[in-house]
């Protein structure tokens, strides 16, 4: 089995999409754990609206690929993710692979964009850094070898020199309670 961290984002009906993807995600995989939400202004566009973003640790026995080919893409499909040329877009859902294990190396998934874990965002994003470091705060990064605490907080010092901050703790939206009974369907 493999401990696995998914980052969950949407900015389409996101009050809506990110429960029904924690819902459709435990039918598949066992969850585990679930971080706080956080609210992001769209990376390298103010003009789409902001997303909500949240991690999630699940076990599974699958592969990245099988994962990322079988679950994940079909629950964004279900969801009615859309997508376009601009991969900053607005969406109903993303599901990203974050973490595998502390594993470091790269796939290629059915769409045929090469990806590597661990995700390279998790070290330039407070959106990404933030959720995963809520999660497993002592966990190593597989290339790099800070915390994940370490990473959240170097990126929180970057987003402290901000004038207008970009990721903001959503304390009045709280996935958690979506887990009161893993299932362990993997």
């Not at 679950?71 to 997508?83: A, D, F, K, S, Y």
């Amino acid at each position: 089995m493999h401990s696995v961290v998914l980052l969950l984002g949407s900015n389409i009906d996101k009050e809506k999409m990110l429960p029904a993807a924690v819902r459709l995600l435990a039918e598949e995989v066992e969850l585990l754990a679930i971080s706080p939400v956080y609210e992001a202004v769209a990376v390298e566009s103010y003009k789409h609206p902001n997303f909500f973003n949240a991690a999630v640790l699940i076990r599974t026995n699958k592969t990245a690929t099988a994962l990322k080919d079988d679950t994940l893409t079909n629950i964004e499909q279900q969801l009615g993710r859309q997508r376009t040329a601009d991969k900053n877009a607005p969406r109903t859902i993303d599901l990203d692979i974050i973490l595998f294990d502390d594993l470091a190396f790269d796939y290629t998934p059915a769409d045929g964009h090469a990806r590597h874990i661990p995700e390279p965002n998790l070290l330039q994003y407070a959106y990404c850094a933030y959720p995963v470091a809520d999660l497993l705060p002592t966990m190593s990064h597989p290339e790099t070898g800070e915390t994940m605490r370490i990473i959240a907080k170097r990126i929180a010092r970057e987003e402290a020199s901000r004038v207008v901050p970009t990721v903001w703790k959503r304390e009045d939206f709280d996935l958690r309670p979506q887990i009161e009974a893993p299932s362990s369907t993997c």
